[in-house]
């Protein structure tokens, strides 16, 4: 665990997998390639996704939105609303 939960893009690479996954760490060395143009970005560590995993209270506004149709903007604003509440609930 590196107790952190977000990395910003440009401070990421291979050597960070274990803590932003492959698509994170792949990102983040593109940022470092002269002619590749990214917008500017973080990653949301492993650490953060085990905390989450592990608060019950998250468990049935993340299923929501999971299950929200992703073609219905007005349904994913609501469920994602839901997990913010959610988080900002949480210690």
């Known amino acids: 665990m590196t107790g952190?939960?977000?990395?910003?893009l440009h401070e990421v690479d291979e050597a960070r997998i274990a803590a932003v996954g492959g698509k994170g760490a792949h990102l983040g060395a593109l940022t470092r390639i002269d002619g590749v143009r990214l917008p500017r970005g973080f990653c949301v560590t492993t650490d953060a996704f085990r905390l989450v995993a592990r608060?019950?209270?998250l468990a049935g506004p993340l299923?929501?939105?999971?299950?929200?149709?992703?073609d219905d903007p007005?349904?994913?604003?609501?469920?994602a609303a839901e997990v913010r509440r959610a988080v900002e609930r949480t210690a």
Do not use: K, S
Request: charged share 25%; proline share 5%; net charge positive.
């Open 55 to 57: 608060t019950p209270a």
């Open 74 to 79: 007005a349904a994913l604003r609501t469920a």
């Open 4 to 8: 952190r939960y977000v990395w910003q």
């Open 63 to 70: 299923d929501r939105l999971a299950r929200a149709d992703a």
